[in-house]
């Protein structure tokens, strides 16, 4: 058995979520990926995946093993790279996430530059609303706007955003402004949220943290929807800073109760353990961190 070949395929399985299409990406047949896979299983004396007519799904000793099969790939690839002599510049593809607006505003144009720069370098983006596990999916580097609770990564602090409500000057002309938390009660309200039940907007008062629920007629899952929606006149809309800072600047929303804001939410560029991250991986975090903590969307 060709075990590195062997550990390709299963990570493909896992990537792609099943044999067929993991057989299309490394350009050989689902009979062959599935060989391989079972002769890896074989090796091993445990199962990697659970196999039904619907779905392949890794087993628990199969998520261990794939972080492992991740990691022994990666070192293969760049102690390959540097006996070749192209330690110097970074090859080969690196994933990163984020979500998607800040994916779109902020990080496409950097890694746009950062292949530029080193032409051997190839990038995937998985740029969605929703939180990603970077092991289980494969992801090298992730831009996470959240604080973070302890793991194994390494994060870098590139900024902050804060939570701002923002309306149109129409809007602004027809209703008037909010003086307190309590008035947005007498307001139109347009609630951004995922959530089928709503948000809860906080807010700090006096040195209070207080929420407020938002009656709305016009609640929407995503933030483009909802700045779509402010700057109509149809309310006011509660988002983060970044999303809203060209249309803040140039005059097509304004910010109110600018006073109770809550805490700024701080932006984190994570990737894996140092030790364990390729000169690639270590290009992308390094050019993201160096521009990102430029970056006027964000604040620093």
């Given amino acids: 058995m060709d075990q590195l070949r062997a550990m390709e395929a299963f ?5 792609e979520g099943g044999f ?41 000793v199969g998520t261990r093993y794939l972080e492992d099969c991740r990691r022994i790939l990666s ?4 102690a390959n790279s540097q006996a070749g002599g192209r330690h110097g510049e970074p090859e080969g ?58 793991s194994s990564l390494v994060a870098a602090k590139v900024g902050s955003v804060r939570r701002v409500l923002c309306a149109a000057p129409s809007y602004i002309e027809a209703h008037g402004v909010p003086e307190s938390v309590g008035d947005l009660r007498t307001h139109q309200l347009v ?7 709503g948000s809860q907007w906080s807010f700090v008062t006096d040195g209070r943290s207080i929420s407020h629920q938002p009656e709305t007629r016009l609640r929407v899952n995503t ?16 988002v983060l800073s970044y999303m809203v800072a060209s249309d803040i600047a140039e005059g097509r929303l304004k910010h109110v109760l600018v006073e109770c804001e809550g805490e700024p939410v701080p932006v984190h560029i994570v990737h894996k353990e140092a030790g364990q991250a390729s000169a690639r991986v270590r290009a992308v975090v390094d050019h993201l961190v160096e521009q990102l903590r430029l970056s006027p969307l964000l604040d620093h």
Avoid: C
């Avoid at 060989?35 to 779905?55: D, N, Q």
């Fill in 191 to 197: 609630d951004f949220s995922q959530s089928r039940s």
């Fill in 93 to 150: 593809w690196v994933s990163v996430t984020g979500s998607a607006l800040f994916g779109r505003l902020a990080v496409t144009p950097i890694l746009f530059s950062l292949m530029d720069r080193y032409p051997g370098l190839s990038i995937s983006t998985l740029f969605v609303d929703r939180v990603v596990h970077m092991m289980d999916e494969g992801v090298d580097v992730a831009i996470r706007i959240a604080d973070l609770p302890d």
């Fill in 20 to 60: 067929a299409s993991a057989g299309r990406h490394l350009r050989l047949s689902a009979p062959s990926v599935t060989r391989l896979v079972a002769e890896l299983e074989g090796a091993l004396g445990a199962r990697l995946f659970h196999r039904t007519t619907r779905s392949v799904n890794l087993t628990e």
């Fill in 223 to 238: 933030a483009d929807a909802a700045i779509a929606a402010a700057k109509d006149g149809r309310g006011i809309t509660r």
């Fill in 11 to 15: 990570v493909a399985v896992a990537d």
């Fill in 75 to 78: 070192e293969l690839e760049e």
